[in-house]
T-cell receptor
Framework: DAGVIQSPRHEVTEMGQEVTLRCKPISGHDYLFWYRQTMMRGLELLIYFNNNVPIDDSGMPEDRFSAKMPNASFSTLKIQPSEPRDSAVYFC????????????FGPGTRLTVT | EDQVTQSPEALRLQEGESSSLNCSYT??????LFWYRQDPGKGPEFLFT???AGEEKEKERLKATLTKKESFLHITAPKPEDSATYLCAVRPAGGYQKVTFGTGTKLQVIP
């Protein structure tokens, strides 16, 4: 089975532009997580979904960030407008509540906002 | 608030030189402690889950152990391919899937 798929792998954009990151979780997994990783703050949970429903979005830094999961096989993280401080690597992960709760991560999207 | 502290931040070992990485945690009821390996430019890769004090898990040259306050990742006779950042994460009680990650230990094994 394919792992978690993320696109794009790299994104370079100018301040003020809209950015959309995409994720396809592992088939059969019912939890999906969005993380941000920086050198300064490490890996931070932004939001997570259970059965396509957002459960905890307390990690979303501000209203410029939004996430959706329209179906079990697709999720998006949108930043509008983007700012240079949003530059980071964004990871999507999924897990299965029927297993031991370990999360499986995608390869990440490296976002650079100039 | 759940907290995870990993030490050291960086570790440089000669090939074959065994050592341990530490993960200290504060959590309201531990439902699981996870170890991940992260290679540069890649997402974290799951290694182990530990649930209760005294539990141990092994995989090749790695062994993870758990006490009530900390976990250790022991690396026996490491090889250069073990070079990576090792992340620790905890899942609290309460039926939620949210985990808190430490900032990791960057391990470099020199041939």
């Amino acid at each position: 089975d394919a792992g978690v798929i993320q696109s794009p792998r790299h994104e370079v954009t100018e301040m003020g532009q809209e950015v959309t990151l995409r994720c396809k979780p592992i088939s059969g997994h019912d939890y999906l997580f969005w993380y941000r990783q920086t050198m300064m703050r490490g890996l931070e949970l932004l939001i997570y979904f259970n059965n396509n429903v957002p459960i905890d979005d307390s990690g979303m830094p501000e209203d410029r960030f939004s996430a959706k999961m329209p179906n079990a096989s697709f999720s998006t993280l949108k930043i509008q407008p983007s700012e240079p401080r949003d530059s980071a690597v964004y990871f999507c992960a999924s897990s299965n509540s029927g297993s031991s709760y370990e999360q499986y991560f995608g390869p990440g999207t490296r976002l650079t906002v100039t | 608030e759940d907290q995870v502290t990993q030490s050291p931040e960086a570790l440089r070992l000669q090939e074959g030189e065994s050592s341990s990485l530490n993960c200290s945690y504060t959590v309201s009821g531990l439902r699981g402690l996870f170890w991940y390996r992260q290679d540069p430019g890649k997402g974290p890769e799951f290694l182990f889950t530990l649930y209760s004090a005294g539990e141990e898990k092994e995989k090749e040259r790695l062994k993870a152990t758990l006490t009530k306050k900390e976990s250790f990742l022991h690396i026996t006779a490491p090889k250069p391919e073990d070079s990576a950042t090792y992340l620790c994460a905890v899942r609290p009680a309460g039926g939620y899937q949210k985990v808190t990650f430490g900032t990791g230990t960057k391990l470099q094994v020199i041939p």
